[in-house]
């Protein structure tokens, strides 16, 4: 059973079309996690939630966005998307993080192309 | 924040061991590490906690020295299925915020 759902897997977008990618989850956890991912690269966080309250990294560009309407859901939002943000966007959950030791689970994430 | 990983990149022939070790100049409270294979997502392996832990997976296990704020993962008699990037990764200093390490691309050939 998927635990943790991102849609689409593959997203065509327009230079400058915004574009939202979604992740949904079954596990009720309450971090969720948005990360980059370019070709050969390590998985950079971008944002977390721990419930609602958000959480940028400081070298997150503006132009994304995140929304988390409930525990199970959450968005990405790219107001303008550039060729430079193309790339795996990758959604995880934890349990609460009062509980270090627990693993981070992973979407099958969406591969982002910009035209 | 992100941590540290050695080598970069190894290529084995099947059953041949290997090292990869991950350095974080920042305290570590947890150690995990993930396996990821091409286009898909990581798969987890293992957490290490505090107090030099040492854990295994099938023949992959890892140890953790909390005071030299270093994690190493050895992989012994590798599989061709071992094929892959590994990442360490560590909780930030909140415990929410997690983050990978730089990545060791994995090859095992026949």
């Known amino acids: 059973d998927a635990m943790v759902i991102q849609n689409p897997r593959y997203q065509v977008t327009q230079f400058g079309k915004p574009v939202t990618l979604s992740c949904s989850q079954t596990?009720?956890?309450?971090?969720m996690y948005w990360y980059q991912q370019k070709s050969s690269q390590a998985p950079k966080l971008l944002f977390h939630y721990y419930d609602k309250d958000f959480n940028n990294e400081a070298d997150t560009p503006d132009n994304f966005q995140s929304r988390r309407p409930n525990t199970s859901f959450c968005f990405l939002d790219i107001r303008s998307p550039g060729l430079g943000d193309a790339a795996m966007y990758l959604c995880?959950?934890?349990?609460?993080?009062?509980?270090?030791?627990?693993?981070?689970?992973f979407g099958q994430g969406t591969r982002l192309t910009v035209v | 924040q992100q941590p540290v990983q050695s080598p970069q990149a190894v290529i084995l022939r099947e059953g041949e061991d290997a090292v990869i070790n991950c350095s974080s100049s920042k305290a570590l409270y947890s150690v995990h590490w993930y396996r990821q294979k091409h286009g898909e997502a990581p798969v987890f392996l293992m957490i290490l906690l505090k107090g030099g832990e040492q854990k295994g997976h099938e023949k992959i296990s890892a140890s953790f020295n909390e005071k030299k704020q270093q994690s190493s993962l050895y992989l012994t008699a590798s599989q061709l299925s071992y094929s892959g990037t590994y990442f360490c990764?560590?909780?930030?200093?909140?415990?929410?915020?997690?983050?990978f390490g730089t990545g060791t691309s994995l090859t095992v050939i026949p």
């Open positions: 995880a959950t934890r349990r609460t993080p009062t509980a270090p030791n627990t693993e981070a689970f």
């Open positions: 596990l009720n956890h309450n971090v």
């Open positions: 990764g560590t909780a930030g200093s909140t415990g929410n915020q997690f983050y």
